[in-house]
């Protein structure tokens, strides 16, 4: 079966699945499908990160001499470390794992994976830059070749489940 008739058959699944639970349950449900095909193989984080690292030397003046293991707020430090939690987990490395590898808690790299996803999506300019530099790099190093403009994030019936809220006094400005 090929990727779109797997998705065809996904849509009208969940489209079935909408209309029975609104039948028995009078209820709108919003669904959201996410693919969990991973992108990548597995490579070596320390590959990832002296690549990543590599970048981050590279577009920053200010030297970090633990590169995207340095504990700051700086942007670009941040971005990038973003980055690499993302490449990890997109390479099936659990949570802990890769907080354990780089220092840092797995509820900063759960945080981490949010916010470089969320910026993905809305389309930011330095976070598109960044991916798509570490995905040249890792088709270049290890041809490995994956692209951030993949149909990864589909949602469907984006209206809004409950009706607006009205205050009981009135429109309030």
Do not use: W
Not at 52 to 73: A, C
């Amino acid at each position: 079966m090929s990727v779109i008739d797997t998705k065809m058959n996904a849509e009208l699944k969940i489209k079935q699945f909408k209309a029975d639970f609104l039948l028995e349950f009078d209820i709108e449900i919003l669904v959201t499908m996410k693919h969990k095909k991973s992108k990548f193989p597995r490579i070596k984080l320390e590959d990832l990160e002296s690549m990543i690292n590599n970048m981050l030397h590279k577009q920053v003046s200010i030297k970090y001499p633990d590169g995207i293991r340095t504990h700051g707020r700086e942007h670009d430090l941040i971005n990038l470390r973003y980055c690499f939690y993302k490449i990890a987990l997109d390479m099936k490395y659990t949570l802990t794992f890769v907080a354990c590898y780089l220092g840092f808690h797995h509820a900063s790299v759960l945080h981490g994976r949010k916010v470089i996803t969320n910026l993905l999506i809305t389309k930011d300019a330095i976070s598109v830059f960044n991916i798509n530099n570490i995905y040249y790099e890792l088709k270049e190093k290890f041809g490995i070749d994956a692209n951030i403009y993949s149909d990864e994030f589909t949602e469907y019936n984006t209206q809004p489940i409950l009706p607006a809220f009205e205050h009981p006094g009135g429109n309030i400005s």
